[in-house]
Nanobody, 128 residues
Framework: QVQLVESGGGSVQAGGSLRLSCSAS????????MAWFRQAPGKQREWVSG???????NYADSVKGRFTISQDIAKNTLYLQMNDLKPEDTAVYYC??????????????????????WGQGTQVTVSS
């Protein structure tokens, strides 16, 4: 199993920046695949970014060029640097993870159903 705790949300003006973090613990063996999702009120939860492969996009089109994903392996922590925030970025942001059937395989999944471990969510509010 994997426990996930995300933090760093808040309220900012359009054009501002926030940095989200997600700490993972409680697992053994290989590191799980991890990604960021978000869910706006009345909307479906959507994949935002994942630390994937060089041949696959790490970002949803809506955030490409503005968000940057990174990780600190030693600290078991995933980050999401969000710049030039827009009102449409307002949502609850979730860190999610899943264990790969084959250790070492690429972390390419972007479907919500592929992830079975979730953090509690952190609110991001962007005003115009």
């Amino acid at each position: 199993q994997v426990q996930l705790v995300e933090s760093g949300g808040g309220s900012v003006q359009a054009g501002g920046s926030l940095r989200l973090s997600c700490s993972a613990s409680g697992y053994t063996g290989s590191r799980p695949c991890m990604a960021w999702f978000r869910q706006a009120p009345g909307k479906q939860r959507e994949w935002v970014s994942g630390f994937r492969t060089v041949s696959s996009s790490n970002y949803a089109d809506s955030v490409k060029g503005r968000f940057t994903i990174s990780q600190d392996i030693a600290k078991n922590t995933l980050y999401l640097q969000m710049n030039d925030l827009k009102p449409e970025d307002t949502a609850v942001y979730y860190c999610a993870a899943y264990r790969r059937a084959l250790s070492g395989s690429p972390c390419r999944a972007i479907l919500q159903s592929s992830y079975n471990y979730w953090g509690q969510g952190t609110q991001v509010t962007v005003s115009s």
